[in-house]
């Protein structure tokens, strides 16, 4: 880290951004998610509501009821009281295992994603499904997760080209990270992976399945299992999770 | 029986909104609501109810529209040609709505959104704590011929009023200030956006709005590798052709365009409203003065209930509507055809 993170600037005349790299690594991605969670556990009554983006947090306010300058104050009071890329990660996450077909008619683009990694298809599919990627931010739609970091060899660039329309539940691949699709969209990630897991369950207990910091594996299925997955009740897609830590 | 709106005909472009999600960008899902938050308080201030009420926004062009009881509605944001069983009805206005008559709402005259609003509201289900669609998120859909929306409970108030309201359906100038992102652009690019004229281009929706300019486009320093960061409504996005695109109510809640300004919350209804080809300023002011118009704003808000005023005759009596100019530029709903 240079001297320069962390640093806390405005965004627009609604936000704050107390960011801790401008690129992406871990202890920034972490420190982050803490970062956040401890925002959220002072409970200011003049913060709105807050968010992690990839390597930063995000503070929304009135502009028209709050002055920010006691509120920036306390937050880089907050940013002294501790190493924050060492700080261990907020309680409560789980680690997560959404069953997945690689390649074939779910998931088109294996073949090409393994062949721009230099590996066999095998070797691609026993890469992605023993990786354990954590969700680094959720975004672009809801429940919708950012996840990774996946091996060097996966550092992908995005195609030139837009595929028009992914399903829900679709697991794409681009710069080392997977997004597993909540909406039906288009994408310039390459489609690897189906699952039958929906990341925005309306009317729900808990209609966003994931939260970020929570870790994730796609273990792989044959095609011929899908149609159980689909049918999961929970529209979970079959996932199974469990509390970390 | 709960009463009912039925939707005869339908434009491509109804959907239910109301202020829209807030608390989820954690969760992947921005604020999305009425492109013209402005317009929902005026409409919540001619029915004398809560702004929090869902109404139908239109953009660019109505519908055709019945209720199963006797109502009130209210009509505001973009105007737009409106007649209540065949006579013409004056927009930035509340009417008595008999059961059975039909509401014809043709296309915006100006502008991009128009909103109808009944009294007691739309009252389809809250969720996430709104009523609003919010199409990007794939939350909910557009309305179409054959829905039926369930209405709240009216406890009655005033029909037959008005208010008087700026034009702000055709672009103009609209302030803008530096956000966190604005050092990744030579600080005499951020200088030209201000002295640019720029077009609404016909390229925009709730996501947001294109801009067109002659000239050089704008482009950040280190291009487009920057990492994905947050957006807010209002924020102006540089896309890889360097044009200017005004995110509204319906962005994403992270990108990886670099934002060169950002829009202040009092002006994006205008930045919305701003019909294709409309003239655009982007002004760059101060954090100071940008905070002043905001909560000149709220005080303007507030005050909106008591600027109600009786309109003068019943529209619907007059034969020579549109020989009336009720508010500066904009006539009270009835263009002559051209």
New interface residues.
Partial sequence: MTGAWPKI???????L?V?F????SDPANRAALAF?AAVEAEAWPDV?????????C?I?FD??ETDPEPLEARLADLLAARDWYAAPFPAGRRLWRIPCVFGGDLAPQLGDAAQAAGMSPAQAIESLSTARTRVL????????P?LGTLPPAWDLPRQTELTPRVPVGALVLAIRQFVLF???APTGWRHVGQTAFTG?R??ADR??ALC?GDEVMFPAIPAEDYAACEADPSGLGGATWEVLE | MTARLEICAAGPGLTVQDAGF????????SRGGAADTRALAEGAALLRQSPDLAAIEMAGSGGTFRVTRDARLALTGAPMQATLDGAPLAWHACHAWPAGAELRIGAVQGGSYGYLHVGGGIDTPV??GSRSTHL????GRALAAGDSLPLGRDPGGPVGQGLQVEDRFCGGEIRI?R??QSDSFAPEDVTRLSETPFTRDPRGNRMGVRLAHAGDGFFARGGLT?????V?P??IQVTGEGAPYILGAES???GGYPRIA?V??CDLPRAMQAGPGAPIRLALVD?AT??AA??AE?KLLQALPKQVRPLLRDPREMSDLLSYQLISGVTAGEEPSP
């Fill in positions: 600037r405005p965004v627009g005349l609604t936000g951004l960011s790299a401008d690129t992406l956040r709105l509501e807050s968010s992690c983006t990839l390597a930063s995000f929304r502009p028209v931010t959720l975004g672009f739609a809801p429940g919708m950012y909540a909406t039906t925005y309306p009317g209609p966003f970020a | 807030l608390g989820y960008i954690g969760q992947g899902l969720e996430l990007t998120a794939g939350l200030i956000s966190f920057v990492l994905s960061e947050i807010v209002g924020d994403q809640t992270t950002t202040i919350p954090r940008a905070l905001e909560r709220a």
